[in-house]
């Protein structure tokens, strides 16, 4: 028998991963778990759903019967903490595009006077976000390690100077004006190949 990830029922079901999450949870959608956590879903169940009958023809086994409250209630945790962290991700994008399309006459103003500031310089781009302060951390430490004290370093928190360089996704990175880095923290090793590049 084959058995699907749980991106990829999504997929052939054209529903959201969280609701086929919530499906599984609900006990709608049968799924064997692996040790690691991860559910494996039987194509037969795909297949079940996606009957004319639909969801409501047979009545689908409780999930992971091996799996007690303990791990079942882990599980949930972790899905919301996650969640949470992608809420506030595209709460903080979101801010950034309003702010940018409200204020593109102030953004070109500040765009030129960020241009015309002398020397190296790099700045992190966001509005005080998990993610933003350890992109912060992670290039200052870096750079430390490179023993690049020439180059200023600035964590940019305030939405009308982040707009200048366009409706970004944060945590955002730029180089002496330049958008090098949007939307993501990099590795250490990636981040020191990045900086090497754009600065020389």
């Given at each position: 028998m084959r058995y699907l990830t749980v991106s990829q029922a999504a997929e052939r079901?054209?529903?959201?991963?969280?609701?086929v999450?919530?499906?599984?949870y609900d006990g709608r959608l049968s799924s064997t778990k692996?040790?690691?956590g991860q559910h494996r879903i039987p194509e037969s169940e795909i297949r079940r759903l996606l009957s004319p009958?639909?969801?409501e023809a047979h009545t689908a086994p409780p999930t992971a019967?091996?799996?007690t409250t303990d791990e079942r209630l882990a599980v949930v945790e972790r899905w919301v903490t996650e969640?949470?962290?992608?809420?506030?991700?595209?709460?903080?994008g979101l801010a950034v595009v309003s702010r940018y399309c409200s204020l593109v006459t102030e953004s070109e103003e500040e765009q030129h006077m960020a241009e015309s500031t002398p020397g190296a310089r790099v700045q992190v781009l966001g509005p005080g976000c998990r993610r933003c302060d350890a992109l912060h951390e992670l290039v200052v430490r870096v750079l430390r390690d490179l023993d690049r004290t020439d180059v200023a370093v600035e964590h940019v928190t305030e939405l009308n100077r982040i707009v200048v360089f366009g409706p970004v996704v944060t945590p955002a990175l730029v180089i002496d004006g330049e958008l090098v880095l949007s939307g993501r923290v990099p590795d250490e090793s990636d981040l020191?190949?990045?900086l090497g590049g754009h600065l020389g």
């Amino acid at each position: 028998m084959r058995y699907l990830t749980v991106s990829q029922a999504a997929e052939r079901l054209q529903l959201s991963v969280p609701t086929v999450k919530r499906y599984i949870y609900d006990g709608r959608l049968s799924s064997t778990k692996l040790p690691g956590g991860q559910h494996r879903i039987p194509e037969s169940e795909i297949r079940r759903l996606l009957s004319p009958e639909g969801p409501e023809a047979h009545t689908a086994p409780p999930t992971a019967p091996d799996a007690t409250t303990d791990e079942r209630l882990a599980v949930v945790e972790r899905w919301v903490t996650e969640l949470e962290a992608e809420v506030e991700r595209l709460s903080a994008g979101l801010a950034v595009v309003s702010r940018y399309c409200s204020l593109v006459t102030e953004s070109e103003e500040e765009q030129h006077m960020a241009e015309s500031t002398p020397g190296a310089r790099v700045q992190v781009l966001g509005p005080g976000c998990r993610r933003c302060d350890a992109l912060h951390e992670l290039v200052v430490r870096v750079l430390r390690d490179l023993d690049r004290t020439d180059v200023a370093v600035e964590h940019v928190t305030e939405l009308n100077r982040i707009v200048v360089f366009g409706p970004v996704v944060t945590p955002a990175l730029v180089i002496d004006g330049e958008l090098v880095l949007s939307g993501r923290v990099p590795d250490e090793s990636d981040l020191r190949e990045l900086l090497g590049g754009h600065l020389g």
